[in-house]
C-alpha cells in the first residue's frame, strides 16, 4: 500500500516548455486534489476532482490544466512554463464525506522553470 | 469563497512550553477544521481535526478549540518537545470538500 505516489520528485524546465505531473493512489479514494507551495503563503488549490469524470478549479487554476485519468489517477498539466510556476507541487487524495475531509498528501515535486 | 488566516507566521518556545496557533475564517458555512503538520521536505500529515457540532478535541498534548461565532480556531500544544519543530497549517473546509489553508506558522522549539 504506497497511499500517493507522484512523479517525478524534481524537475527543471525552460520558460515555455510543456510538462504533465503525475499522481495515482491506491485507497480508492473518490476525491483527488492538486496544490502548489509557496514560501509564506500555505498549501493553495489549483484543482481538484470530487470524482472520476469530474474536474472543478481551486483558488489559482491559471496556467493549469488537469486530467482525471481513472479513479486512481489525476494528472496535472503545464502547457507553457513561466517562472512564476516555480514551486513545490502537492497531490492529495481523500475519501470525502460529510463527517470527514482527511486528506493523504504525496511526497511531492519541486519544480523549477528557468 | 473562504479566505483562512493564520498567526503568528514564526513562533519559538523553550522546550516543555506549550504553543499555540490561531486561525480564523470567513465562511460561515464551513464545519470542518483540520491542522496539518509538515517536517522539513516531507509531506503534510493530519495531526488534529474537529467539526463545527464541537468546541474542542484533545489528542495527547494536542488539542484544538473552535468558537463558531467569532470564526476562529486554535492549536495547543503542551509540553512541547524538539520534535515538534516543524511548519504547522490549519485549514477550512464547507461541504463542497475543498480544504482552503491557511498561511502556516513555523514552529520552533528550543532544547
Known amino acids: 500500500n504506497a497511499g500517493v505516489t507522484q512523479t517525478p520528485k524534481f524537475q527543471v524546465l525552460k520558460t515555455g516548455q510543456s510538462m504533465t505531473l503525475q499522481c495515482a493512489q491506491d485507497?480508492?479514494?473518490?476525491?483527488m486534489y492538486w496544490y502548489r507551495q509557496d514560501p509564506g503563503m500555505g498549501l493553495r488549490l489549483i484543482y481538484y476532482?470530487?470524482?472520476?469524470?469530474?474536474?472543478d478549479k481551486g483558488e489559482v487554476p491559471n496556467g493549469y490544466n488537469v486530467s482525471r485519468l481513472n479513479k486512481r489517477e489525476f494528472s496535472l498539466r503545464l502547457e507553457s512554463a513561466a517562472p512564476s510556476q516555480t514551486s513545490v507541487y502537492f497531490c492529495?487524495?481523500?475519501?470525502?464525506?460529510?463527517?470527514?475531509?482527511?486528506?493523504?498528501f504525496g511526497a511531492g515535486t519541486r519544480l523549477s522553470v528557468l | 469563497g473562504e479566505n483562512v488566516e493564520q498567526h503568528p507566521s514564526t513562533l519559538s518556545v523553550q522546550e516543555g512550553d506549550s504553543a499555540v496557533i490561531k486561525c480564523t475564517y470567513s465562511d460561515s458555512a464551513s464545519n470542518y477544521f483540520p491542522w496539518y503538520k509538515q517536517e522539513l521536505g516531507k509531506r503534510p500529515q493530519l495531526i488534529i481535526d474537529?467539526?463545527?457540532?464541537?468546541g474542542e478535541k484533545k489528542d495527547q498534548r494536542i488539542a484544538v478549540t473552535l468558537n463558531k461565532t467569532a470564526k476562529h480556531f486554535s492549536l495547543h500544544i503542551t509540553e512541547t518537545q524538539p520534535e515538534d519543530s516543524a511548519v504547522y497549517f490549519c485549514a477550512a473546509s464547507n461541504q463542497g470538500g475543498k480544504l482552503i489553508f491557511g498561511q502556516g506558522t513555523e514552529l520552533s522549539v528550543k532544547p
Open positions: 485507497m480508492n479514494h473518490n476525491s
Open positions: 492529495a487524495s481523500s475519501e470525502y464525506s460529510l463527517a470527514k475531509n482527511i486528506q493523504y
Open positions: 474537529i467539526r463545527s457540532n464541537v
Open positions: 476532482s470530487a470524482s472520476e469524470g469530474t474536474t
